[in-house]
């Protein structure tokens, strides 16, 4: 807006005014109260020298007027510093219009640098203050780092500056008028305008633009002791709550930076505008423009009373159907629940806007945008549609249209002849959504209570949801209430507030997400009203449940991906799946997800009527997942995954037979052809079998199936994959395992000898995701044969086939040394059994002494001609320990340890052993002490195994056992003998590599028991402890009273920190205690040839 420039003409000294006078503007009012009379002052002399250094003392101007031209001419920002000074005294009461301006270098730099305390002083020298423009800065629409159509503003930026200047104005002008006294003839204000503007900054984006909201932004640290008055005010245009210009008691009225004003702050702002003479219009009837008023985040309560308060301050002071422009400000996250869902809210707010707005007027309802990181949470469709229980007949003629600008808000369009009303045009303005969420809460009395009548006629088919809503992004979820629980026979609701619905009005929904039973109603209504799916989730419901809802699906309705979750068996868990009662429709399905053993049974009867199926996902257990696979439907399936990843964690395929792993490949013929395959594997616990033996049996049997081209598998924790890898070092042996990072560490690749197995990479710091591309596949098949050759897998064809046949191999060997190098699946049963003892073999000879070499793995259709070719080599279906000597191989002699425990154990002996002996076993010859020692003797080298429940304790012990003899003591023999050997304790949980005391065979002190000794001590009958040092392992030691029979075990070596007696005392270092009876021990002599071996 236009300013004119203040200009100033002596008066006459008035009396009574304490030697001031009073300056009178050329403004009509003459309220502008100056300092005169002031020539002999040091604030005049200050002004005189300053205008004698500009120059000024050869023109012509009468010395009365020097000082107001001088004012006229220097702008507060040109004054020299110090500021406050006498010269600004003098000078800035002069001062009638201040301009606060970013856009000009030098203003900037003077009000960026300035002190609030010191803007505050500055204030109290201008007591003639009528206009304050602030122009703060923002940038370009669509600047760096805003969204197109939007800008951010600089709010902040000198808003402190703002507030002191304001506030030392009136402290100053109420102390000039407190200094005349009762009888100055000073009015009580004279600032009448406010004014905050924006200013484009070019070139700008929302960093630059943070940065200088920032500067200076927040007012003196003392707050006024009281309200700040402005008596004079009568315009206030760009108010925004960050740039508020005064604090009442102590606060910014308003909100938090950069948040439009709430309606309770704008009414405390304007009830301080004194109201007007009766009869007049009011200050306020020339308004015009109210914008940004803040409707969020508040309680419904205090909007209701924010809106009547300031609404009742603006028809007070003349505003009433007056405002051109309104502008409010929604956010899409409490919109629903605050005003469209609240009858009362609602109403108070059509009524505001009823009673400032005019008909002609606007009414902009902005979408507050979202802030970095913020997702529009999920929007009750009940709240969008709570509009259909209003009594329309109470509200002014603006709340149709209110409704439909607010429902905007949300993506909904309502079609209404609102045309003919007599009220302002509502709109709604921001940025479209991205994602359409919409949830129907099913709650207790919609179920219970009797339902609500019909809607009215006037209200039904008229809600649509755009065309225009991105593909793939509206969904709706239907849920029950927190809290809520119908029972199982509850009829599903159907809510008639539905009926505001168009017949096609829910065309754009594309997944529909049903998460009870008792939302089958609404989701029949949605249906009902043309939503075309891509996506439909079925959850906590029967089967027939399922099939009653896509029953009532038309064909172009039904959606291309299924998902069926958490499903019930119904009236019973015996109860039969009903027969499908439709036909071709599933036709169109090519994504079936199954979560659970239910689901997927109903996957099983679907299947087969879904001739497009493209990708099928189960998870629960492998039987049930296999009768989907087998069952009739599609050939070919692109994709299969056991196991998959959902929003609720990681669902995981479990094996019908743990010790097997996933035999999938063992149904290979009933199987579709399918493309790839991913395994999301619930690997077992290492008492029931080796982890890594699992993992790669499941791999094995997955490759059976020809057809597949990719394989993924995905271990559930990243300890699985060190176990792969030792598995695989045993199947592939002697070829090395080895891994290596690629693609900068992201992702490894594991390879056993020039072979590469597999790709793998850790997700979320603990699943590992292995992925076999086609050449992996190819060369894991090609290493199962490494030591297979061609020649073997030839004449092993020549005897398995009939005369004419052979006869057609020999004319055609081409084409049959092309089949023999094909994986096992196109070999006879024969052949490939033969190949596979043949290779196991020959890695046994390769293989270097103190390892384990584990069998192939053999399929189903396999076992039995397997075992007879192993059989002909002299070989077991086991894994094979390779010792020292003559390489001596052998399946592991004990039933506690498996083959590779026992080869870590007799690594650690540092011995080359070249045979081990069973001597004693429990259950085979007893449990008692002497029966231990009868069997063992003087035999040395002693390897003790002890089993409780699936744990594994044991020690080796290079010595003999030595009991106390006649000789040891003159009166006879005593009751233990105590000497050193080395030895080494180790244990072990279920399958998994032992764990030892020390890196290696270490001196030990030896307790060993007489045979008779049956002294009622607490000392074990053989134990291993250290030299002057505690118990680690103890066998035969007494058991504590009340326990059952058998052969008690300490076992006392694992670190620990023991909480003393005393709370106060910190807690020491100590061992843990383990006593438990043994389920069986065995004891077996490691011979070697007397040399040393070492890794």
Same mark, same amino acid.
């Given at each position: 807006?236009?300013?004119?420039?203040? =200009?100033? &003409?002596?008066?006459?000294?008035?009396?009574?005014?304490?030697? &001031?006078?009073?300056?009178?503007?050329?403004?009509?009012?003459?309220?502008?109260?100056?300092?005169?009379?002031?020539?002999?002052?040091?604030?005049?002399?200050?002004?005189?020298?300053?205008?004698?250094?500009?120059?000024?003392?050869?023109?012509?101007?009468?010395?009365?007027?020097?000082?107001?031209?001088?004012?006229?001419?220097?702008?507060?920002?040109?004054?020299?510093?110090?500021?406050?000074?006498?010269?600004?005294?003098?000078?800035?009461?002069?001062?009638?219009?201040?301009?606060?301006?970013?856009?000009?270098?030098?203003?900037?730099?003077?009000?960026?640098?300035?002190?609030?305390?010191?803007?505050?002083?500055?204030?109290?020298?201008?007591?003639?203050?009528?206009?304050?423009?602030?122009?703060?800065?923002?940038?370009?629409?669509?600047?760096?780092?805003?969204?197109?159509?939007?800008?951010?503003?600089?709010?902040?930026?000198?808003?402190?500056?703002?507030?002191?200047?304001?506030?030392?104005?009136?402290?100053?002008?109420?102390?000039?008028?407190?200094?005349?006294?009762?009888?100055?003839?000073?009015?009580?204000?004279?600032?009448?305008?406010?004014?905050?503007?924006?200013?484009? +900054?070019?070139?700008?984006?929302?960093?630059?633009?943070?940065?200088?909201?920032?500067?200076?932004?927040?007012?003196?640290?003392?707050?006024?002791?009281?309200?700040?008055?402005?008596?004079?005010?009568?315009?206030?245009?760009?108010?925004?709550?960050?740039?508020?210009?005064?604090?009442?008691?102590?606060?910014?009225?308003?909100?938090?930076?950069? *948040?439009?004003?709430?309606?309770?702050?704008?009414?405390?702002?304007?009830?301080?505008?004194?109201?007007?003479?009766?009869?007049?219009?009011?200050?306020?009837?020339?308004?015009?423009?109210?914008?940004?008023?803040?409707?969020?985040?508040?309680?419904?309560?205090?909007?209701?009373?924010?809106?009547?308060?300031?609404?009742?301050?603006?028809?007070?002071?003349?505003?009433?159907?007056?405002?051109?422009?309104?502008?409010?400000?929604?956010? &899409?996250?409490?919109?629903?629940? !605050?005003?469209?869902?609240?009858?009362?809210?609602?109403?108070?707010?059509?009524?505001?806007?009823?009673?400032?707005?005019?008909?002609?007027?606007?009414?902009?309802?902005?979408?507050?945008?979202?802030?970095?990181?913020?997702?529009?949470?999920?929007?009750?469709?009940?709240?969008?549609?709570? +509009?259909?229980?209003?009594?329309?007949?109470?509200?002014?003629?603006?709340?149709?249209?209110?409704?439909?600008?607010?429902?905007?808000?949300?993506?909904?369009?309502?079609?209404?002849?609102?045309?003919?009303?007599?009220?302002?045009?509502?709109?709604?303005?921001?940025?479209?959504?991205?994602?359409? &969420?919409?949830?129907?809460?099913?709650?207790?009395?919609?179920?219970?209570?009797?339902?609500?009548?019909?809607?009215?006629?006037?209200?039904?088919?008229?809600?649509?949801?755009?065309?225009?809503?991105?593909?793939?992004?509206?969904?709706?979820?239907?849920?029950?209430?927190?809290?809520?629980?119908?029972?199982?026979?509850?009829?599903?609701?159907?809510?008639?507030?539905?009926?505001?619905?168009?017949?096609?009005?829910?065309?754009?929904?594309?997944?529909?997400?049903?998460?009870?039973?008792?939302?089958?109603?609404?989701?029949?209504?949605?249906?009902?009203?043309?939503?075309?799916?891509?996506?439909?989730?079925?959850?906590?419901?029967?089967?027939?449940?399922?099939?009653?809802?896509?029953?009532?699906?038309?064909?172009?309705?039904?959606?291309?991906?299924?998902?069926?979750?958490?499903?019930?068996?119904?009236?019973?868990?015996?109860?039969?799946?009903?027969?499908?009662?439709?036909?071709?429709?599933?036709?169109?399905?090519?994504?079936?997800?199954?979560?659970?053993?239910?689901?997927?049974?109903?996957?099983?009867?679907?299947?087969?009527?879904?001739?497009?199926?493209?990708?099928?996902?189960?998870?629960?257990?492998?039987?049930?997942?296999?009768?989907?696979?087998?069952?009739?439907?599609?050939?070919?399936?692109?994709?299969?995954?056991?196991?998959?990843?959902?929003?609720?964690?990681?669902?995981?395929?479990?094996?019908?037979?743990?010790?097997?792993?996933?035999?999938?490949?063992?149904?290979?013929?009933?199987?579709?052809?399918?493309?790839? !395959?991913?395994?999301? !594997?619930?690997?077992?616990?290492?008492?029931?079998?080796?982890?890594?033996?699992?993992?790669?049996?499941?791999?094995?049997?997955?490759?059976?199936?020809?057809?597949?081209?990719?394989?993924?598998?995905?271990?559930?924790?990243?300890?699985?994959?060190?176990?792969?890898?030792?598995?695989?070092?045993?199947?592939?042996?002697?070829?090395?395992?080895?891994?290596?990072?690629?693609?900068?560490?992201?992702?490894?690749?594991?390879?056993? *000898?020039?072979?590469?197995?597999?790709?793998?990479?850790?997700?979320?710091?603990?699943?590992?995701?292995?992925?076999?591309?086609?050449?992996?596949?190819?060369?894991?098949?090609?290493?199962?044969?490494?030591?297979?050759?061609?020649?073997?897998?030839?004449?092993?064809?020549?005897?398995?086939?009939?005369?004419?046949?052979?006869?057609?191999?020999?004319?055609?060997?081409?084409?049959?040394?092309?089949?023999?190098?094909?994986?096992?699946?196109?070999?006879?049963?024969?052949?490939?059994?033969?190949?596979?003892?043949?290779?196991?073999?020959?890695?046994?000879?390769?293989?270097?002494?103190?390892?384990?070499?584990?069998?192939?793995?053999?399929?189903?259709?396999?076992?039995?001609?397997?075992?007879?070719?192993? @059989?002909?080599?002299?070989?077991?279906?086991?894994?094979?320990?390779?010792?020292?000597?003559?390489?001596?191989?052998?399946?592991?002699?004990?039933?506690?340890?498996?083959?590779?425990?026992? =080869?870590?154990?007799?690594?650690?002996?540092?011995?080359?052993?070249?045979?081990?002996?069973?001597?004693?076993?429990?259950?085979?010859?007893?449990?008692?002490?002497?029966?231990?020692?009868?069997?063992?003797?003087?035999?040395?080298?002693?390897?003790?195994?002890?089993?409780?429940?699936?744990?594994?304790?044991?020690?080796?012990?290079?010595?003999? =056992?030595?009991?106390?003899?006649?000789?040891?003591?003159?009166?006879?023999?005593?009751?233990?003998? +105590?000497?050193?050997?080395?030895?080494?304790?180790?244990?072990?949980?279920?399958?998994?590599?032992?764990?030892?005391?020390?890196?290696?065979?270490?001196?030990?002190?030896?307790?060993?028991?007489?045979?008779?000794? @049956?002294?009622?001590?607490?000392?074990?009958?053989?134990?291993?402890?250290?030299?002057?040092?505690?118990?680690?392992?103890?066998?035969?030691?007494?058991?504590?009273? *009340?326990?059952?029979?058998?052969?008690?075990?300490?076992?006392?070596?694992?670190?620990?920190?023991?909480?003393? !007696?005393?709370?106060?005392?910190?807690?020491?270092?100590? +061992?843990?205690?383990?006593?438990?009876?043994?389920?069986?021990?065995?004891?077996?002599?490691?011979?070697?040839?007397?040399?040393?071996?070492?890794?």
């Amino acid at each position: 807006m236009a300013r004119k420039r203040q =200009i100033w &003409r002596p008066v006459a000294r008035q009396q009574g005014s304490g030697g &001031r006078a009073e300056a009178a503007s050329s403004s009509a009012d003459g309220d502008d109260a100056a300092d005169g009379g002031a020539e002999d002052s040091e604030a005049a002399a200050a002004v005189f020298k300053a205008i004698r250094m500009q120059g000024w003392s050869g023109i012509s101007v009468p010395r009365e007027l020097h000082i107001g031209v001088y004012a006229l001419v220097n702008p507060v920002w040109c004054l020299k510093p110090p500021l406050p000074s006498p010269l600004s005294g003098v000078v800035l009461q002069h001062h009638t219009e201040l301009v606060i301006d970013s856009s000009n270098t030098r203003q900037r730099r003077f009000w960026s640098s300035m002190a609030p305390q010191t803007a505050y002083e500055l204030g109290q020298q201008m007591v003639n203050l009528k206009c304050l423009v602030h122009r703060i800065p923002r940038t370009p629409d669509g600047a760096d780092g805003v969204p197109a159509g939007h800008f951010v503003s600089a709010f902040g930026w000198c808003r402190g500056i703002v507030i002191a200047l304001v506030e030392g104005h009136a402290a100053g002008r109420q102390a000039a008028r407190d200094k005349e006294g009762p009888a100055t003839g000073m009015p009580e204000g004279s600032l009448k305008s406010l004014s905050f503007e924006a200013v484009v +900054y070019p070139n700008t984006g929302r960093d630059e633009i943070n940065q200088l909201d920032n500067t200076n932004a927040d007012p003196p640290a003392a707050a006024p002791s009281q309200t700040i008055n402005l008596p004079a005010l009568t315009e206030a245009s760009g108010v925004h709550t960050a740039n508020s210009a005064v604090r009442c008691h102590g606060e910014v009225p308003g909100v938090p930076e950069r *948040g439009p004003a709430g309606a309770s702050r704008l009414a405390e702002l304007i009830g301080s505008i004194p109201v007007g003479q009766r009869g007049s219009q009011g200050p306020l009837a020339k308004l015009r423009t109210i914008s940004f008023i803040k409707l969020f985040d508040i309680e419904s309560a205090d909007l209701i009373d924010g809106l009547r308060d300031l609404q009742r301050c603006l028809v007070d002071r003349g505003c009433s159907k007056s405002l051109d422009l309104l502008s409010v400000v929604v956010h &899409r996250n409490d919109c629903h629940s !605050l005003i469209l869902n609240d009858y009362a809210t609602f109403k108070a707010l059509a009524t505001f806007i009823d009673a400032i707005c005019s008909p002609s007027g606007k009414v902009c309802i902005f979408i507050l945008p979202l802030a970095d990181g913020e997702e529009v949470r999920e929007v009750p469709l009940r709240h969008l549609l709570a +509009y259909t229980r209003f009594d329309f007949s109470q509200l002014p003629p603006c709340g149709s249209p209110l409704v439909c600008a607010l429902l905007q808000t949300y993506g909904v369009r309502r079609g209404s002849s609102d045309s003919n009303l007599l009220c302002p045009r509502i709109e709604a303005r921001g940025s479209s959504l991205s994602r359409c &969420r919409y949830v129907w809460m099913v709650t207790q009395d919609q179920v219970v209570l009797p339902q609500n009548g019909p809607i009215a006629h006037s209200l039904a088919d008229q809600l649509w949801v755009p065309s225009w809503c991105p593909p793939g992004c509206c969904s709706i979820s239907i849920e029950c209430a927190d809290g809520s629980a119908p029972p199982p026979d509850s009829v599903p609701p159907e809510p008639p507030e539905l009926d505001a619905v168009k017949a096609h009005g829910l065309f754009p929904v594309r997944s529909l997400t049903v998460k009870s039973r008792i939302g089958l109603g609404v989701a029949k209504m949605l249906l009902s009203k043309g939503a075309h799916l891509g996506n439909l989730q079925l959850m906590d419901m029967a089967p027939a449940d399922v099939l009653d809802l896509l029953n009532g699906i038309r064909a172009s309705q039904m959606p291309s991906r299924v998902q069926l979750a958490s499903l019930t068996a119904g009236d019973g868990p015996g109860r039969q799946l009903p027969v499908l009662p439709f036909d071709g429709r599933l036709g169109r399905v090519q994504t079936l997800t199954a979560k659970g053993d239910i689901a997927i049974r109903l996957a099983a009867l679907m299947r087969p009527h879904m001739t497009s199926l493209d990708e099928l996902a189960m998870s629960g257990s492998e039987t049930a997942a296999r009768q989907v696979l087998t069952s009739r439907g599609c050939g070919e399936i692109d994709r299969v995954s056991l196991g998959f990843v959902s929003e609720g964690g990681r669902e995981l395929i479990k094996a019908e037979d743990e010790r097997e792993g996933i035999t999938l490949g063992d149904y290979k013929d009933d199987l579709p052809s399918i493309k790839k !395959l991913v395994m999301h !594997l619930d690997v077992p616990s290492a008492a029931v079998v080796h982890l890594g033996t699992f993992v790669l049996s499941s791999i094995w049997s997955a490759l059976e199936i020809e057809s597949i081209s990719q394989l993924t598998v995905v271990l559930p924790q990243r300890p699985h994959l060190d176990a792969l890898k030792a598995a695989m070092q045993r199947r592939f042996a002697p070829l090395r395992i080895a891994i290596h990072a690629m693609d900068a560490g992201a992702r490894y690749v594991l390879t056993a *000898g020039a072979h590469q197995m597999f790709s793998y990479s850790v997700v979320d710091d603990e699943r590992v995701e292995l992925l076999m591309a086609s050449h992996h596949i190819a060369a894991l098949r090609k290493a199962a044969f490494a030591y297979s050759s061609t020649a073997d897998r030839l004449e092993a064809l020549m005897q398995t086939e009939g005369q004419q046949q052979r006869l057609l191999m020999v004319m055609n060997l081409e084409a049959t040394l092309r089949q023999l190098s094909r994986y096992l699946p196109s070999l006879p049963p024969d052949t490939a059994a033969h190949s596979l003892a043949t290779d196991f073999a020959g890695r046994i000879r390769a293989a270097t002494p103190i390892a384990v070499v584990d069998p192939p793995y053999a399929p189903r259709r396999l076992k039995a001609p397997l075992m007879a070719a192993m @059989e002909r080599h002299g070989l077991a279906m086991e894994p094979m320990m390779l010792l020292h000597g003559d390489a001596r191989c052998l399946p592991s002699p004990s039933v506690i340890a498996s083959a590779a425990q026992l =080869i870590a154990i007799l690594r650690k002996t540092g011995k080359r052993i070249t045979d081990i002996e069973p001597l004693y076993k429990a259950t085979e010859h007893g449990h008692e002490y002497t029966d231990m020692l009868g069997r063992v003797g003087d035999a040395s080298g002693l390897l003790f195994l002890i089993r409780s429940d699936e744990d594994m304790h044991g020690c080796f012990i290079d010595e003999s =056992i030595r009991p106390p003899s006649p000789m040891d003591a003159p009166h006879g023999p005593g009751a233990f003998n +105590y000497y050193t050997a080395n030895a080494l304790v180790f244990k072990a949980s279920g399958t998994s590599p032992p764990t030892f005391q020390s890196p290696s065979v270490m001196p030990r002190r030896i307790t060993v028991s007489r045979a008779d000794n @049956e002294q009622r001590v607490q000392l074990a009958k053989l134990s291993v402890t250290q030299p002057l040092g505690p118990e680690w392992l103890g066998l035969w030691a007494p058991l504590p009273l *009340g326990w059952a029979q058998g052969v008690g075990v300490r076992v006392k070596w694992e670190p620990t920190m023991l909480q003393p !007696l005393y709370p106060t005392m910190p807690p020491v270092p100590g +061992y843990n205690l383990d006593v438990f009876s043994a389920d069986e021990i065995e004891v077996f002599t490691v011979g070697g040839d007397g040399g040393e071996w070492s890794e």
